[in-house]
């Protein structure tokens, strides 16, 4: 049974840089047919699609977040990671990883972890 | 980018009852690559649809996902008191991704 578990500090400053990581265990990090996926939802609003990452580190990114925004992978560890800087109180929000299978000319989410609630405030 | 808007925003009935739930879509989602979770409090969100029309596996057939285009509706033939929850749409046709605001589905 593949599971999902959010790290990372619950509260961060602005502007500093937020970190999130998702361990992988039950299932591969390294299949080639998933896509690593992270979503938010700040509170009141909808779910947001971050980016997704594959084991081999290719990338795809919401354009909205690109400019302060960096995943990576560590397949040794089973592992892939959020960083997103420039903080704001707008960056607030549970921060869900999920594993997505490509399927033709995208990617779909078949998986979710818990979520991690973040807070940036000073 | 693609905007979803679910309607109604909270759909109120009892158990044994026909739920429908709606997606609309700002433009066509391409290869009606439009999916449906489900979240209940505390938990992650659990896909039951994906392609408009395809149950995930273990999902009970009593929900059903039909639509094309613009317009995609999720149908709960006969709820059970484990499906109330809040119901997302999302569009996984073309880059980013989005979501519906989500609709509740409560116990009268």
């Known amino acids: 049974q593949l599971q999902l578990q959010e790290s990372g500090l619950g509260l961060v400053k602005p502007p500093e840089t937020l970190s999130v990581t998702c361990t992988v265990s039950?299932?591969?990090?390294?299949?080639?047919?998933?896509?690593w996926t992270w979503v938010r939802r700040p509170p009141g609003k909808r779910l947001q699609w971050i980016g997704i990452i594959n084991y081999r580190g290719a990338t795809y990114y919401n354009p909205s977040l690109e400019s302060r925004l960096v995943m990576s992978v560590d397949t040794s560890k089973s592992q892939f990671s959020l960083n997103l800087n420039s903080l704001t109180a707008a960056d607030t929000a549970i921060y869900y990883c999920?594993?997505?299978?490509?399927?033709?000319?995208?990617?779909?989410?078949?998986?979710w972890g818990q979520g991690i609630m973040v807070t940036v405030s000073s | 980018e693609v905007v979803l808007t679910q309607s109604p925003g909270t759909l109120s009935l009892s158990p044994g009852e026909r739920a429908t739930l709606s997606c609309r879509a700002s433009q066509s989602v391409a290869n009606n690559y439009l999916a449906w979770y489900q979240q209940k409090p505390g938990q992650a969100p659990r896909l039951l649809i994906y392609?408009?029309?395809s149950r995930a596996t273990g999902i009970p057939d009593r929900f059903s996902g039909s639509g094309s285009g613009t317009d995609f509706t999720l149908t709960i033939s006969r709820v059970e008191p484990e499906d109330f929850a809040v119901y997302y749409c999302q569009q996984y046709g073309r880059s980013p991704y989005t979501f519906g605001q989500g609709t509740k589905l409560e116990m009268k």
């Open positions: 039950g299932g591969s990090i390294s299949n080639g047919n998933y896509w």
């Open positions: 392609g408009a029309s």
């Open positions: 999920a594993k997505a299978v490509q399927v033709t000319g995208s990617s779909l989410i078949d998986y």
